[in-house]
C-alpha cells in the first residue's frame, strides 16, 4: 500500500511539473503593432516626438508561473520624428551615433505580474556600447486570440523614463533636458 501512495505521488508530481512546462509559450514581436517612441522637452517650451520604425524581439511567458524573457533589439538608423534634418541629427554623434552603434537592445527576464497581468518588466538596456538598468512599467497587458493570425496576442503599454546622459548622450544640456520618456507599445504573437 505505501509503494502505492509514493507511486501515485510521484506520477502526480510528475504530471504537475509537465502542466508547468507546458504554460510556458514563446512568442515574437508583431512590428506592425509595435512602436518605441520618446519624448523630450526642447528647451522647456514644446515636446520633441519620434519612433524607431525598425525593431524586432522575442517573449518568452509562462503565465502560470509568472514568470517571463524578453529580447528586444533596435536599430537607431530608423529614428522618425517627421523631420528629415533632426532625424540626420538624432542619428549622428551627438546623440545615438548609429553607424558605431547600429542597435539599442533591452534584454529582461524579470517579469513582475498582478493576478494574469504583466505590470513591470526589469532588464538591461545596451545604447551607445553601455549596459544599465531599466524598469518599465506595463498598463493594459492582456492576451486574445486574433482573429485574422488565428493566435494568441500579448500585449499592452509599458513606459519609463531615463537619463540619457547614463549613456553618455550628453549635446544639448541642459536646454534639451536629461530626462527622455520612453513609451512601448507592444504586441508579440505566439510562436
Known sequence: MRFSRSLTAAT????????????????????THTFVTFEALHFGTSTNRGRFDKKEGTVTL????????????IETGSINTGT?????????????????????????????FDGDK???VSGQLTLLGKTLPVTVKGQRFNCYPNPMLKREVCGGDFETTIQRSQWGMV????????????IIQVEAVKQ
Open 62 to 73: 509562462d503565465r502560470a508561473a509568472k514568470t517571463g524573457k524578453l529580447d528586444v533589439t
Open 171 to 182: 549635446y544639448g544640456l541642459p536646454g534639451i533636458p536629461d530626462n527622455i520618456k520612453l
Open 118 to 120: 504583466v505590470t513591470e
Open 12 to 31: 502526480l508530481l510528475a504530471l504537475a511539473g509537465t502542466a508547468a512546462q507546458a504554460e510556458v509559450a514563446h512568442y515574437a514581436l508583431e512590428t
Open 84 to 112: 528629415a534634418p533632426f532625424d540626420k541629427h538624432l542619428r549622428g554623434k551627438d546623440f545615438f551615433n548609429s553607424e558605431a552603434f547600429p542597435t539599442a537592445r533591452f534584454v529582461s527576464d524579470k517579469f513582475v
